[in-house]
């Protein structure tokens, strides 16, 4: 079957495309364009722009999508660098998302000791050049098979600044998902893996305090310390600690504590975040934050006000999708080294700092589906989770036991161990959104899963209410 398709694509190169019917021919067209994705994640990696700032990055990956012959929406919920591409018609609506923002600090060349490409410039510790790149030849290789005569809508949702600046939930919140069936995605790591895993909620915010200047040795009785706000309320806080659910997270830091020591600081901060495994708890956690902050201010004689400056949900996962998926990826399999690879990857581990506890050829295979594994990251793809049924799977583009958010990541991004494990997982997101287009019982499976881990009345709220999205915290 496959030999005649072939005969007829060389015959007649008019249906080309559209003559795609079968996933072997779907993973090979996906593998035909290897360089070319190859060179779009080389080039997004070589932009290392920050949150909101993507906009060359944001800009290729539209131009790939519309040569492709999606329809591209540019600059929605408020973000310039925001992009909602489409393709086809009617239900079931299913969208592939990708990320492209990268890490402040982060440069570095492809090479396996310390090297920045530019001291002190970002990079993509996160590879976030290949998810928004393996996210987009999934979606191409998608839209083909679409064409060729399967019902349905696909969309390619273009999101920034994944590193800190909620763009999900400005998108969520602008409805951008209200008629969406099903999300698919992926995340780089150092394993493949579909597990249902879930991560922690996350809420950051900064207490500012105002008090009143005045000579620290000459005149103390009449100033009011801004500092003193901010420690009382940094000591109520670390007294909570013993008294909130153990697995939660509260780190902070003084981000303005006053301008010298014989001067009472008039003006004080403290920027703040808090993490925990259920977003339902971790609202009642910073309420308790923010009454610490205000008695903190009534008992310096000081006023308060605060921000919050992100917010992202715990993912809620999917088990009837990540069964899909886990299947999927079994199929498609890991990433093997050459012997330049091996070299490269044997060299990089020696720069971590713990003895990497996966060995080297673990990325040659796919880790079994765990239940009930909840990582310690947060992420605005949570946001998402809560509203239509995601999914979401990691390939192994790190070499095993490199972190995410380090120099050591950003190589491994920016090289050809990036570039396989990135096409281990546009194959096996496009099989599972194909998956979900043709076999609707698994759209109406994830939807009553997700209706039951919700619970009856639930309604999905964001502590960003109105906020205006952060288009400058990395400035
Ligand atoms: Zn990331």
Redesign the pocket.
């Known amino acids: 079957m496959r030999r005649r398709l072939a005969a007829v694509l060389l015959l007649c190169p008019l249906i080309s495309l559209s003559a795609i019917d079968d996933r072997d021919t779907v993973l090979q067209s996906i593998e035909s364009r290897r360089a070319t994705y190859a060179d779009v994640a080389k080039q997004i990696w070589g932009f290392a722009e920050v949150g909101y700032q993507e906009q060359k990055s944001s800009a290729l990956l539209q131009r790939q999508l519309r040569a492709a012959g999606f329809s591209v929406r540019a600059g929605v919920a408020d973000i310039p660098t925001a992009f909602v591409a489409s393709f086809g018609s009617g239900k079931p609506i299913v969208a592939i998302i990708g990320?492209f923002d990268a890490l402040p600090g982060l440069s570095q060349e492809p090479v396996p000791q310390r090297r920045p490409v530019t001291p002190e410039s970002p990079g993509h510790g996160?590879?976030?050049n290949l998810?928004g790149t393996g996210a987009l030849a999934s979606a191409i290789a998608v839209k083909e098979w679409l064409a060729a005569g399967h019902a349905g809508t696909l969309r390619y949702y273009g999101t920034p600044a994944?590193?800190g600046g909620s763009g999900k939930v400005y998108m969520v919140r602008a409805g951008l998902f209200s008629d969406v069936d099903a999300v698919v995605t992926w995340?780089p790591g150092d394993r493949n893996e579909a597990s249902p895993a879930s991560t922690l909620a996350n809420i950051t915010g900064k207490f500012r305090f105002h008090g009143v200047a005045a000579h620290a040795a000459a005149a103390p009785d009449r100033g009011r310390s801004a500092l003193d706000a901010v420690e009382a309320m940094d000591y109520m806080v670390n007294m909570m600690r013993e008294h909130v659910p153990q697995e939660t997270r509260i780190h902070y830091i003084i981000t303005r504590g006053g301008a010298a020591p014989n001067v009472v600081p008039d003006f004080a901060e403290a920027y703040y975040y808090a993490r925990q495994p259920d977003m339902r708890i971790l609202d009642g956690i910073w309420d308790r934050i923010v009454d610490a902050a205000k008695g903190a201010a009534l008992g310096t004689s000081t006023t308060m006000d605060f921000e919050i400056t992100g917010a992202v949900w715990n993912v809620l996962p999917n088990e009837h999708l990540s069964s899909v998926m886990t299947k999927n990826l079994e199929r498609i399999g890991g990433v093997t080294y050459t012997p330049d690879e091996l070299k490269f990857a044997e060299e990089i581990r020696k720069t971590l700092n713990d003895t990497p506890s996966v060995a080297i050829g673990s990325q040659e295979k796919i880790r079994p589906s765990r239940v009930g594994t909840v990582g310690s990251a947060s992420?605005d793809l949570a946001d998402v989770s809560w509203n239509v049924p995601t999914v979401s799977m990691n390939a192994a583009t790190f070499v095993p036991g490199v972190p995410?958010h380090s120099w050591q990541a950003t190589a491994c991004a920016g090289s050809t161990i990036g570039i396989k494990g990135m096409m281990v997982a546009a194959k096996a997101m496009t099989l599972t959104t194909m998956d979900l287009f043709s076999d609707p019982s698994h759209i109406q499976k994830a939807r009553a899963e997700f209706d039951q881990k919700r619970g009856p009345g639930f309604v999905y709220k964001t502590r960003l209410a109105d906020r205006k999205p952060a288009l400058d915290y990395r400035k």
Do not use: D, Q
Request: charged share 30%.
């Open positions: 990320e996160c590879g976030h998810l994944e590193e995340h992420t995410a």
